[in-house]
């Protein structure tokens, strides 16, 4: 696909999710204040195309020292103690609001706003951590040749289920057959996937 396409339709989609979704942003943003009186969102480092770093936007769905925790819980991550990503189902981090907004996804609605200034595109690999980029693989590396995206093919197939190495396979099995009709097909196919919830945590 063209990238100039490409872009237009990053632009045209990201601008209107923000308007069709701004009560959503609105609540979620009213809800994570009132749960601890924290900050409403999250921005994070994360690996983009061509290895050049951006800062990521979520709506903050863990308590404010999430990090500080996490070399606590190591030794329970679902995707193994030497797993390039980390994921756990039950992990005492999230808070009760965060619970619902990872469950829907809606934590990762604030990346409408990467998208629209060009970070992120709506379909595409996930972004990465950059201490999970210096654990790659010479051929996982290949993910890093497009831009992330909101969602992709192991979002729509199983998300947090399923494990790395499989992630980066259905990522580059993506680059490969990348189109206009691909990107369509899992934009349509992650509606049924967020609201069915499996897989998210």
Not at 14 to 33: D, R
Not at 79 to 101: C, I, Q, S, Y
Not at 112 to 135: A, C, D, H, I, K
């Amino acid at each position: 696909m063209a990238s100039s396409v490409k872009r237009a339709l990053d632009v045209l989609g990201s601008a209107c999710a923000i308007l069709t979704f701004s009560p959503i942003f609105l609540a979620s943003a009213l809800l994570v204040k009132l749960e601890d009186g924290g900050p409403i969102t999250f921005r994070q480092t994360r690996i983009g195309r061509g290895g050049r770093p951006f800062k990521m936007l979520k709506f903050r769905s863990m308590v404010p020292n999430a990090e500080a925790i996490k070399a606590k819980i190591m030794a329970d991550n679902k995707h193994g103690t030497e797993g390039v990503t980390f994921k756990m189902a039950d992990d005492p981090r999230v808070t009760r609001v965060g619970r619902v907004l990872r469950k829907y996804s809606i934590d990762e609605f604030p990346q409408f706003f990467n998208v629209f200034f060009g970070e992120m595109s709506l379909v595409g690999p996930r972004p990465s951590l950059p201490q999970e980029v210096t654990r790659y693989k010479a051929w996982q590396l290949r993910r890093l040749k497009v831009k992330p995206g909101i969602t992709c093919l192991w979002q729509i197939g199983g998300r947090s289920d399923i494990d790395f190495e499989g992630q980066v396979r259905l990522d580059l099995e993506y680059i490969a057959s990348e189109s206009l009709w691909t990107d369509l097909k899992i934009l349509l196919k992650t509606v049924p996937a967020v609201i069915s919830g499996r897989g998210a945590y």
